[in-house]
């Protein structure tokens, strides 16, 4: 029986989206016939392109798969825990490398200013740093979630997963970042020459955005007062500066390295934008 | 052809086999299976030999995925996987690996089966060309909105989003005949593959 599926051709340009991909691969596996329908269409885009190799009647995948079997299944957060070497082609050059840990930098800046603020219960005028799931406390405990499938060696350990009092709070991120249907609120009227915005994200009580200019960024947030976690003023660590001025009804912090006087200048330039 | 489209594509069943999903990576060896083959038998001549080197350069690269970045596109990282796992089976074998070395950049490119079309059969050479000319016969039969759809999807590497823009409809009938101009040719090559 030809069983026609028109989410393996949407599959094969790309595009279909994670549910689709993860429905689509059940199908799959419950049914030969659409994963030989994979296989022809590749075959049939080889032969549009003129491509077409010998042997077009071999499918070794079954052997493949079989001999997989005995392979252990991975799993996303031993993926997500210990990255294997790569075995990328292309070496990374000094220079990317350099800007990737600045992205990083950056993104963990404004998700350290603006976790405090999301994930401590109380705001506290004392820095709480720390990022979610990154840390184990009080709402958090080690479970196993029933997984059937063989994990990777040494990676057996237990899931990581949060309380309610905790989830309530992801809970309400999530209607937030869902339901509200937000757009920017921010921006600002000033930046130093060169830079540009990498990132605008809207997070519950604020909004986070991010500049750079080669090796350099810096972050601007933008927090309803009361969630911020700096007080007024200034801070420096790390090579990075932390400017935190209160802007109305809202609390801006400027963080990277840049000088003070340009992050108090970007801290003042910050505005609605309406 | 479009690598980007085709990248992204892979990437979407690299990142499942990453998450834990093996029936991904199924999908990718049925997608890439001849062109491995293809290129591995650029190094070792004997077509079952050549079988048996890419079934294992397959395991290899899975076992290596949780590695893969991205850094490079995913066939790339394949390919030289596979140039790898055929010279060290030479080498095992106490053969020498052949001089000129395939460039994994180009491998994805160029005729990657000469050395086994020397060994294919007339009837097989013949059955390649009757299948590629029962391909092209298809699309060109094809009614007018769906072949210009899976031509611009095929040959120029259009998104659906860009086909819709085109053809002035919406993405979804653009999905949709993409989808029946491959049923349309799938109709026709299914019994030839199956035989």
Redesign the interface.
């Known amino acids: 029986m030809?069983r026609?599926n028109?989410s393996i051709?949407?599959?094969?340009?790309?595009?279909?989206g994670e549910f689709e991909?993860?429905r689509t691969?059940?199908q799959?596996?419950d049914d030969p016939e659409l994963?030989q329908?994979?296989?022809?269409?590749?075959?049939?885009?080889?032969?549009?392109?003129?491509e077409?190799?010998?042997?077009?009647?071999?499918?070794?995948?079954a052997?493949?798969?079989s001999?997989?079997e005995q392979?252990p299944?991975?799993?996303?957060s031993?993926?997500d825990r210990e990255?294997?070497?790569?075995?990328?082609?292309?070496p990374?050059s000094r220079w990317w490398r350099s800007v990737s840990s600045m992205a990083v930098a950056a993104s963990v800046t404004a998700a350290v200013i603006l976790g405090a603020g999301n994930f401590s219960e109380s705001p506290s005028q004392t820095p709480n740093f720390y990022l979610p799931g990154a840390t184990v406390n009080g709402d958090l405990m080690r479970t196993n979630l029933g997984r059937s499938?063989p994990t990777?060696p040494g990676y057996d350990s237990p899931d990581v997963i949060r309380l309610s009092d905790g989830l309530k709070k992801y809970i309400d991120q999530h209607q937030h970042l869902v339901e509200a249907q937000r757009v920017p609120q921010w921006s600002t009227r000033w930046m130093p020459e060169g830079y540009s915005m990498v990132r605008h994200e809207l997070l519950p009580h604020g909004e986070v955005m991010v500049f750079a200019k080669g090796r350099d960024a810096f972050s601007v947030s933008v927090e309803e007062l009361g969630h911020q976690s700096l007080p007024e003023g200034v801070a420096q660590a790390d090579g990075y500066i932390a400017v935190g001025k209160r802007r109305g009804d809202h609390f801006v912090t400027v963080v990277g390295n840049v000088p003070l006087m340009i992050a108090d200048r970007i801290a003042s330039a910050v505005q609605p934008e309406r | 052809?479009s690598n980007e489209?085709?990248a992204?594509?892979d990437?979407?069943?690299v990142k499942?086999?990453?998450?834990?999903?093996?029936?991904?990576?199924?999908?990718l060896?049925?997608?890439y299976?001849?062109?491995i083959?293809?290129l591995i038998?650029r190094y070792v001549y004997d077509?079952h030999e050549a079988?048996d080197v890419?079934?294992e350069a397959?395991?290899k690269a899975?076992?290596?995925?949780?590695?893969?970045?991205g850094?490079?596109a995913f066939y790339?990282?394949l390919y030289?996987?596979a140039i790898n796992t055929a010279k060290n089976h030479l080498v095992s074998r106490s053969r020498r690996p052949p001089d000129v070395d395939v460039d994994?950049?180009d491998a994805h490119y160029i005729d990657?089966?000469s050395e086994?079309?020397e060994l294919?059969t007339p009837e097989?050479s013949l059955?390649?060309d009757e299948?590629?000319r029962?391909?092209?016969t298809t699309?060109d039969r094809l009614p007018e909105d769906l072949r210009v759809a899976?031509t611009l999807?095929?040959?120029e590497g259009m998104?659906?989003e860009d086909i819709a823009n085109v053809m002035d409809c919406p993405v979804g009938t653009v999905?949709?005949r993409?989808?029946r101009a491959?049923?349309a040719?799938?109709?026709e090559?299914?019994p030839l593959?199956a035989n």
């Open positions: 030809h026609a028109d051709s949407a599959l094969m340009d790309g595009e279909v991909l993860r691969l059940e799959v596996a994963a329908q994979w296989r022809r269409y590749h075959i049939a885009r080889a032969g549009l392109r003129g077409l190799q010998s042997g077009l009647q071999i499918d070794i995948s052997g493949v798969m001999a997989l392979e299944t991975y799993h996303p031993a993926y990255p294997a070497s790569s075995v990328s082609s292309k990374v499938a990777m | 052809m489209s085709q992204a594509s990437q979407v069943l499942r086999v990453q998450a834990g999903d093996k029936r991904a990576f199924d999908l060896v049925k997608q299976q001849h062109k083959i293809g038998g077509p079988m890419a079934q397959f395991i899975y076992r290596a995925l949780p590695g893969f970045r850094d490079s790339t990282w030289r996987i994994v950049d990657t089966d086994l079309r294919e097989s059955y390649r299948l590629e029962v391909v092209k699309l899976l999807r095929e040959f998104s659906y999905r949709s993409i989808f491959r049923e040719i799938d109709k090559i299914a593959l």
